[in-house]
């Protein structure tokens, strides 16, 4: 019991960032399914990787050591239905809102959130929905896409570290653009049912990057109007979901 070399290298990067964060060891086995027992084992004798106010990678100027994966996805959460506010002191507020009626997808936010950034990450309830949140000053650095007002009344293009990583890893930044601005729905065709994705955003910036994460993939879309796409066929909507 407590060996980490029995469970998936990522898994057991998320129990620590998630330890590193401030949850608890009974809010961290709800979200991973980590026994408390292992988890207990794991943190003995542990002190977190580092601390909230210390500098992001991006300041490090270490970019290589963002957890590729997980930044894509967050990445993505962002892009299509995220927020970034001023605190106050030079310290920002990163917020997603969650339907409360997919629990599984506001783990797999609070998880990334917390792997990229050692702070606690926090939740707000509100009426159907559920605001996942985290404080820190190096939001702006991790999201330079930043700004004022709202996405689609200015340009929104990545870094060149951003494009490598959505590059290497296409498919979790199109699953946080769809589980924060899309939805899968049923297409009825000749009596029987069929999954499809839809992707709706304002920006035209952010639905290039959709339609690129697609291509990369080797996923089919359309454009079923001017801001929404869609992925249909068979073989396309496997890999996207």
Known sequence: MGRSDVYPPDRVSTVLALLDAGHNQSEVSRATGVSRATIRAW????????????????C???VELIPPGPYAYLLGLYLGDGYIA??????????????DAYPSLMADCAMAMAEILPNRVARAHRTGCTDVYAYSKHWPCLLPQHGPG???????????????????FPAPLLRGLIHSDGCRVLNTVNGRAYPRYEFSNASADIRDLFIRACDLMGVEWRARSFRVLSVAR????????
């Open 234 to 241: 068979r073989s396309s909507v496997r890999p996207v979901g």
């Open 86 to 99: 001023s605190h106050r002191r030079g310290v920002f507020k990163r917020r997603i809102t969650c339907c």
């Open 60 to 62: 490090r100027g270490t």
């Open 150 to 168: 709202h996405k689609h009344h200015r340009p929104i293009a990545l870094v060149d570290w951003q494009q490598s990583i959505v590059d290497r």
């Open 43 to 58: 943190a003995v004798g542990r002190t977190p990787a580092r601390s909230a106010s210390s500098a992001c990678e991006v």
